[in-house]
Nanobody, 123 residues
Framework: QVQLAESGGGLVQAGGSLRLSCVSS????????MGWFRQAPGKERDFVAS????????YYADSVKDRFTISRDNAKNTVYLQMNSLKPEDTAVYYC????????????????WGQGTQVTVSS
């Protein structure tokens, strides 16, 4: 059974940085593309970033491009999201996902989600 556990969220001032981590178990990490999604109060869950199983390809939502960086360490079954230059509009619960597919740059999530980690950016 696939299990995902996020950590690293918190409260930060605008312009600050955070690094989120997602540890997976029950899967061979390199076999899965992984992604980060986020959900703000009253809004749908949106794509943030994804990375191929090998780590050779990365994809980002336009809203986070050049500020966020996704990476992975398959030896540790861990995916990271480095978030720099944070803005109040980045406030959300961030979820890790073992994505179903990445086709033509579009990331489709699977049903495998972590519990989420709260990121709050104050102005």
């Amino acid at each position: 059974q696939v299990q995902l556990a996020e950590s690293g969220g918190g409260l930060v001032q605008a312009g600050g940085s955070l690094r989120l981590s997602c540890v997976s178990s029950g899967v061979t990490s390199s076999n899965f593309a992984m992604g980060w999604f986020r959900q703000a109060p009253g809004k749908e869950r949106d794509f943030v970033a994804s990375i191929s199983g090998s780590g050779g390809s990365e994809y980002y939502a336009d809203s986070v491009k050049d500020r966020f960086t996704i990476s992975r360490d398959n030896a540790k079954n861990t995916v990271y999201l480095q978030m720099n230059s944070l803005k109040p509009e980045d406030t959300a619960v961030y979820y890790c996902n073992a994505v179903r597919s990445i086709v033509a740059g579009k990331t489709t999530p699977s049903d495998y989600w972590g519990q989420g980690t709260q990121v709050t950016v104050s102005s």
